[in-house]
C-alpha cells in the first residue's frame, strides 16, 4: 500500500445502501489505482455507481467497507474535520451543476478554497487572478455565477478546484449541463491539465469526453467491468474518414 | 367537484410534506389570537364575572352603611325600606372591623353578622361546605384563597379560635381586599376580607376597640336607578341627619373590582400587539421562506394546465385552513384561560360562557389576515412569474453589493459566506432583528414592573402580596409567551436560512470547510442583526414600561438589562447553532445531488 | 455479406435455403428485402474460392437449393480471423450485426466479448478524433470534419451499448436453436 506511484488508490471499497432485501450495492468491492498524471475516465449506465465512488474517493461519503489511499496516506477513516483539510489541500471537485456559490463573484468563488485553507487574502487573489486568466476568463472576475455561461461557469468551478495545487481532480460528470460548445472548451481545459501532468479522475456518460482519458473503466452495477487504455493513439487519423479507401 | 378535491389533495400533499412548517405557522397563529382574545375578553370580564355572582348570589342593588349601632343609626337605614323604587331588603346586619388568624398569618377582616337563613337580597353562594352555623365560620373565598384557607382549618376571630365550616362568595362587597365597604369611621379602609359569623359567636366582639357598623341591603325595582339611592336624595337625606351613611351602587362595587386588574390589562394589550407582531413576522418568515418553492411548484401547476384561480385556491386555502385551525385553538385556550387571567381575585364566580361573539369574529379577522397578508404577496408573485422561469427558479438572484463586499471581504471565510447569504435576504435579516427587538421590549419591561417597590396594604401582607401576584404572574404569562413565539420565531427563520444556506455550505465543505467552520459562520452570521435589536430593544421597554406607568418609576441595576441583552443573544447563538449543526452533519453528496435538477 | 454467410456455417453445415432463412431471422424486418438469388449467388462465390464445400442430398436433382454447404478449414480461418477483426471502415452495422448473430448461434465467440473489442477499438479512434478536434481552432473547416467522425464514432459506440445490453441476456444465445 505504499505504491507512490498510484497517488489515489482503494482497496475492496465498497458502499451499500439500505439492509436485507433493499440492500444497494452502489459501490462493491472496487480496487482502484490511479498512477499520478493519469486522467481516468469512469462510465458507465446511471445508477452504476460511478459518482458514489467518486465522492468515496473524495471523502464526501463515507465506505461501508474497504481503504482509500491518497498519496500513499489511508482517509477512509479520518474524521470529518480530517476529511475537510484532506479535501481542502489535496482533492479539488468539480460538478455537473458547478456548484458555485451564486452569492460570489467568479474571482470569490476560486479564492474560497485558499481562504479556507488560510491562506492571506492577498495571495488568495493573486491565485485566483492567475487562474481566471489560464481559464480564459481574466475579463470576468467581477461577475456573479448566474451573469455567466454554462461553459464559464465551469470553467470557474475547474479554477477553484484547482486554486490549492489539488493532487487529483475530481469531477463527476463535468460536461453533463454543457452544449457542444462549451464541452469542447471544458475538454481543451482538461488537457491542458493533463499536459501539465495534473491526475485528473471524473465521472461521465459522455464517450467523447470519456475518449479524451488516457484510460477508461466501465462500471456495472457498482463494479468494474472493462479497463481499457485509450493513451497512445494508433497513428492512423487517416482511417478515420476513409482516405485510404 | 374535481377542481375542489384538487385543492385539497394539493394542500393535503404539501401539509403531509412539511409537517414542521405547518406546525410552526399554527403555533405562531395561535400565540397571537389567544393573546388577542385575552386581552378583548379582559375588557369588560371582571364586570361580566361580576354580574354572574350577582345574578347568582341575588345581589343587592345598593348597599348603605353608617356607623356605630345606635338606635337612630338602625332607625335611618330601616327607613331606607320605604325609599323609593325599593321592592326588597336585608338587614339591617352588623359587622365589625377586626382582624383573622389563620396558619399563623393575620390579615384585617370584617365579620358579618349573618342570618342561619339569609334574606331576600345578599344570598352569597357557598361554594365548599355549607352556610354559617353557630360555632363554625364562613369566609369568602378571595380572602380565603388569600389566607391559605380550607373548610375545616379553624381561622381566630377576635381571640376565638372557630372552625371554618363553608367558603361563599358575594356581591354585595366588592372583590377581596376592598370587601370593607367603609371604615369605622365612615372612610375607606382597604385590605381585608369577609367571614360571616352566627350572631352569638359575634359578641365576644362587641367592645369599645372593635369598630363596628350598620348597613343594610336593598334591592331596586329599576337597578339602573341605584346611583339615585344616596344621601344627597332628598327623598332619603332627611332620615340620616342625625348620622352618616354611605350607599354603594352595584355598579360602585363592581367598579372597583377592575382595580385589580389596572395594572393587569396594558399587560395584556401591549402583550397581544408585540404577540401578534410577533406571530406576522413568523408567518411572513415561513411564507417567504417558502415562496421560492412555491414558485417552482406554481410553474408546475401551470405548466399541466392549472388556472390562475385555481393555483391561488391551492396556496390559499393552505394557509388560510391553518390559520382557522390555529385560530380555533388559540379561542380554545383563551375560553380556558380567561377565569385564572380576568378573576381579580377568587371573590367572583367564574363560570364564563366562552369567548363572546365579537371576540370570535375578531380573532378569526385578524388570524385570517394575517395568514391572507403573508402569502398573498407571494402567491401574487407566484402567479405573475412565467411558467419557465418559475421552473427553472431564477426568482432571488443574488445583487452586486460593493459595500458588503468589501466589509466582507476582512472576514473569516465562512462568515463571509454566512453574511452574503443574509444579504441575499435582507427582508428576512429585518424580520430577525425585529424578532429579538419585539422580545427584548417585554423582557426588560418585565424587569422594569419587577424593579417597582410594592406599594401594600398595611396590616395585611396578604392583600398586598394577592394584588401584586396578580400582575406578576400575568406579566410572567405574556413575558413567557413573548419568549416562546420568539424561540420559535428565531428556530423559523434560521431553519429556513439554513435551508437556503445548505447547498452553498455543501459546496464549501467540498473545497474543504469543517463543520465546525460552517456552523460557526452561520451562526455568527445570524448573531449580527440580532445585535442592534439588543441595543434598541431594550431601552424601549424601560420607555414602553414608563409610557404606562403613573408616578415615579424606579430602576433596575443596570446590570439587570445587560444581562437580559447578552442573555438574549446567548439564546439566539445557540438557537441559530442548532439548524446550522444540523446542516453541517448532514451528508454533502446527498445535499448536492438533492440539489441536482 | 461473404463472412457473414460463412460464420452461419460454421455452426453446422446446411441448405442453403435453410441458411437464407437464418440470415432472414437475424435481419429481422430488413431482411425482408434479400432474395434467394443474393445467398445463392455468395454461396457460389465462397464455393468457387474453395472457402465452402458442396454436398448433392442423394437422389436429388443438382439445384443450388438442394445442396447441403459446409466449411472448409481455409472457410473455418477466414471466419476466425473475420470475428477477431475490429475494423470498422464504413460502419458496417448489417456486418458487425450478423457477425453477432453467427458468433452466438455457432458458439464461435461470446457476442459481448466481441463488443467489447469493437468498442475498446471505437474509443480509441473517437480519442484520436475528439483529440483532433480539441487541437483545431474553433471555426476551422477541418474540425468540422473531425467533429463529424467524432459524431459518428459517438453514435456507433452508442449502438454497441446497445448491442451489448441485448446480447447479454441470456435467452439471446438459444434464440436460434
Known sequence: MTDFDAVLQSRGLSRYHGQGESLV???DEVDLDVPAGQTLAIMGPSGCGKSTLLHLLGGLERPTDGEVWLAGRRIDHLNERGLARMRRRSIGFVFQNFHLVEELSARENVELPALLAGRSSRAARRRAADLLERIGLGDRTRHLPWELSGGQRQRVAIARALANEPLVLLADEPTGNLDTAATIEVLRLFADLRAAGQTLVMVTHDERV????????SMHDGRFVGDTRLAGGTGRLGDLIGLDG | MGPILLVFRLVLADVRRHPVQAGMLVVAITAATATLALGLSMHGATEKLYRQTREATAGPDVVALSPGTDRSTITALTSLEHAPGVVAHSGPYRQYYTKLTAHGSTGAAVVQVADMTPGPVDRPLVTSGGWVRPGGAVVERGFATAMHVEVGDRVTVAGRSLPVVGIAVTAARSVYPWALGIGPNGGPTDGGGVVWLAERDTRALVS?????TSFINLKLEDPAAARTVSRHNPAIAPAFEGTWVSTRPWQGISGQNFVMLRDSQPILVVGSWLLSFLAIGGVATLAAGRAAKQTRRVGLLKAVGATPGLIAAVLLTEYLALALLADAVGLTIAHFTTPAIVNPSASLLTTTTGPSGDTIFLTTVVALGVAALTTIGPTLRALRTGTVSALADTAHRPRHRAWLNRVSALLPTSLLLGL????????????????????????SAMLMIHAQPVKGYPGSPMATHAQTAQARHLLLAVTAAVIALAIVNTVTITWAFAQEARPTMAIARTLGATPGQITAGLSAAQLLPALPSVIVGVP???QVFLLFNRGDAAMPPGWWLIAAGVASLLATAALTALPARAAARRSVAQTLSAEAP | MQDAVLAMLAKEPSHGY???????????????????????????????????????????PDRPDRKVYALTPAGQQ??????????????????FHLKLAAAAAARLAD??????????????RLGEAQRAVLAEPDDSTAGLLLEGVALRLQADLRWLDACERVWSKPKNESEDA
Do not use: F
Open chain 3, 78 to 95: 477466414r471466419v476466425s480471423a473475420w470475428l477477431s477483426e475490429v475494423n470498422w471502415p464504413k460502419a458496417n452495422l448489417t456486418e
Open chain 2, 208 to 212: 369599645p376597640d372593635v369598630p363596628v
Open chain 2, 540 to 542: 424601549l421597554g424601560v
Open chain 2, 420 to 443: 452574503r447569504l443574509i444579504a441575499r435576504r435582507p427582508g428576512r435579516a429585518v424580520l430577525h432583528g425585529c424578532n429579538i427587538a419585539t422580545t427584548l421590549i417585554v423582557v
Open chain 1, 25 to 27: 450495492r452502489a459501490v
Open chain 1, 210 to 217: 470519456a475518449s479524451t482519458a488516457d484510460r477508461l473503466v
Open chain 3, 111 to 124: 457476442p459481448v466479448e466481441l463488443v467489447d473489442a469493437q468498442r475498446r477499438e471505437l474509443l480509441r
Open chain 3, 18 to 60: 435453410r441458411l437464407r432463412a437464418r440470415l432472414r431471422q437475424a435481419l429481422g424486418p430488413l431482411g425482408e428485402s434479400m432474395n434467394a438469388g443474393q445467398v445463392y449467388v455468395t454461396l457460389a462465390r465462397l464455393e468457387k474460392a474453395g472457402l465452402v464445400a458442396a454436398e448433392r442430398s442423394d437422389g436429388l
